[in-house]
């Protein structure tokens, strides 16, 4: 389905336009950061995704 579809099956339901729209900027940006970071091969080091967070078992 292209963009234009997908546009209309959620206008059929009760979210206003405006919402609608910002669904698709938020998505839009996602992608376009990914994209970015994979093409110049931004990526966190390792250690960030620890910084603050514990796991389950460590409690």
Do not use: K, Q
């Amino acid at each position: 389905m292209n963009g234009a579809g997908w546009f209309s099956v959620y206008r059929r339901t009760v979210i206003p336009d405006a919402d609608i729209l910002h669904i698709v900027e938020v998505a839009a940006i996602f992608n376009y950061n990914v994209r970015l970071a994979t093409a110049t091969g931004l990526f966190p080091n390792p250690g960030y995704h620890e910084l603050g967070r514990t796991s389950a078992a460590e409690g």
